[in-house]
């Protein structure tokens, strides 16, 4: 498979390629181009014609475009599941269902093209400008770069090409390496819908073609989704050109069950927030589980009773529950947080065996706070679960990791919704559900190391966009 670059299919400048494997089998599926500098260099000054032609677009065209892709996706839904169950290596329902979302949020952004609305402020409460209006408009912001992570690669891209796309600017989509090919065909019905050449191009390769779009000048702006580490990096390299950065990075999410929960409630939520979503490769997915101590052996017994009934195998099997992860590499880092955590005095309670990119759902107790077993992030199927004894406790455990994404809390106590609502650090706090939900119509991003932003269909074409206002002195009222 190719890349897209200008408005053409084309092979790297170099002719390297990277190899696209099945992280359930490691077969071979695909070969796509690995980018270089020139690949880059070119894309970014092609994307100086894109960015006119599409501010220039209005915005029921905009919409038009948008929306004919959304119909195109769900009449190929099936298709474009399997392809990224294949490179993903998620469960087929969920890849499926990825897709349907995918469909739902170029919908979204489609509409809310027609939405990008500025204000009219009166000045009256400025002395001396009584008479004065300002009105204010948003405008694109020029090329957006889009660099997009494995996880939920078709979902996380349409959130950044299509918003970038309503807002009315060029974008340059850099793909996941290990999982591109579902990106890429999605990327051809934005072509064949009638975009303007190089409005939106992709590019595959490394970790150098997203550090060489953050170094241009051409980008305005970086839209990223992916690991702390990765943010730090493009913070610091964006800041030689001043061009606006929006992450949503890592994630350590801490739900709190209180005594009074429904426990059958909570451990299904617990396994399918953890296990069943994404084989754990989620930044929201659900990471810490604080139990309070009087129900805490009740759930832990439920919670591997379920645990044990899951089914490892092929994601492209309906009875398979948990696929593998990524590629060796992700599974390394997993089984190695598992071995720091037994070192530093955890217990696995099931699971903890590896196979290949295959690990087994695993149940961690006495993870001891301070360790990194409790304060990282593990991206994989790895469930701790501690006991607290006041919920205040339970609190300032949950703040207690440099990350700020979500949080839940199982009760029936309404105060205790609404002190956790005050007191966690995080972006959003959800009750009686697992962490591992995003809702696209909702502001979506964290605190501390989680991320600088949110994103959402009602948010991003605001980060997408400039704001300019026109100041109209003196032109209420009677003449002088």
Not at 309 to 323: E, I, N, R
Not at 367 to 373: A, E, H, K, R, S
Not at 442 to 460: A, C, V, Y
């Given at each position: 498979m190719d890349m897209l670059i200008d408005d053409g299919w084309t092979a790297a400048a170099t002719g390297a390629v990277d190899p696209v494997l099945n992280p359930a089998t490691n077969d071979r599926i695909a070969d796509v181009p690995r980018a270089g500098a020139a690949d880059v260099a070119r894309a970014v000054a092609a994307a100086q014609g894109g960015r006119v032609a599409m501010a220039a677009l209005p915005a029921h065209r905009r919409y038009e475009l948008l929306e004919a892709v959304a119909r195109r996706i769900e009449a190929n839904q099936l298709e474009l599941g399997k392809l990224l169950c294949r490179e993903n290596g998620k469960r087929l329902a969920e890849t499926t269902a990825e897709i349907g979302v995918t469909a739902r949020i170029f919908r979204g952004y489609a509409e809310e093209a027609k939405r990008l609305f500025g204000k009219s402020v009166p000045l009256d409460a400025i002395p001396g400008r009584e008479r004065s209006l300002a009105i204010t408009r948003h405008e694109p912001l020029g090329v957006v770069a889009a660099i997009v992570p494995f996880n939920y690669p078709a979902e996380l891209w349409s959130h950044k090409v299509a918003g970038g796309l309503a807002a009315g600017n060029a974008v340059i989509t850099k793909a996941p390496e290990d999982c591109p090919l579902t990106i890429i065909e999605i990327s051809r019905y934005l072509q064949e819908a009638g975009l303007p050449p190089a409005a939106h191009q992709l590019l595959t390769g490394g970790r150098d073609v997203g550090e060489a779009l953050v170094r241009s000048d051409g980008v305005q702006m970086i839209s990223m989704t992916g690991s702390t580490a990765a943010g730090r990096r493009i913070l610091e390299v964006a800041a030689a050109t001043l061009k606006k950065v929006q992450l949503e990075l890592g994630g350590n999410d801490a739900t709190i069950v209180c005594a009074d929960a429904d426990l059958d409630h909570v451990a299904a939520a617990l396994v399918a927030g953890r296990f069943t979503s994404g084989n754990g490769q989620i930044c929201c997915a659900v990471k810490r589980v604080l139990v309070e101590r009087p129900v805490f052996e009740a759930l832990l017994d439920?919670?591997?009773?379920?645990?044990?009934?899951?089914?490892?195998?092929?994601?492209?099997?309906?009875?398979?529950?948990?696929?593998?992860?990524?590629?060796?590499?992700?599974?390394?880092?997993?089984?190695?947080?598992?071995?720091?955590?037994?070192?530093?005095?955890?217990?696995?309670?099931?699971?903890?065996?590896?196979?290949?990119?295959?690990?087994?759902?695993?149940?961690?107790?006495?993870?001891?706070?301070?360790?990194?077993?409790?304060?990282?992030?593990?991206?994989?199927?790895?469930?701790?679960?501690?006991?607290?004894?006041?919920?205040?406790?339970?609190?300032?455990?949950?703040?207690?990791?440099p990350f700020g994404l979500q949080a839940a809390i199982f009760t029936r106590d309404i105060r205790r919704v609404m002190r956790a609502y005050e007191r966690l650090d995080v972006g959003t706090v959800v009750v009686n559900h697992t962490t591992a939900v995003r809702v696209e119509t909702?502001?979506?991003?964290?605190?501390?190391?989680?991320?600088?932003?949110?994103?959402?269909?009602?948010?991003?074409l605001l980060h997408m966009s400039k704001e300019k206002t026109l100041l109209l002195t003196d032109v209420l009222g009677p003449e002088a």
């Open positions: 439920k919670v591997v009773q379920r645990t044990a009934q899951l089914k490892l195998g092929d994601p492209m099997l309906a009875d398979t529950d948990v696929g593998p992860l990524i590629n060796a590499r992700a599974a390394d880092r997993v089984e190695a947080q598992v071995v720091q955590a037994v070192a530093d005095g955890a217990r696995i309670r099931i699971g903890g065996s590896r196979k290949d990119n295959f690990f087994a759902p695993t149940v961690l107790t006495d993870v001891q706070p301070g360790t990194p077993g409790f304060e990282d992030e593990t991206f994989g199927p790895v469930l701790p679960l501690i006991p607290f004894d006041r919920f205040e406790e339970a609190l300032d455990l949950a703040n207690a990791t909702l502001p979506f991003g964290g605190n501390k190391w989680s991320g600088n932003s949110r994103e959402g269909i009602h948010d991003t």
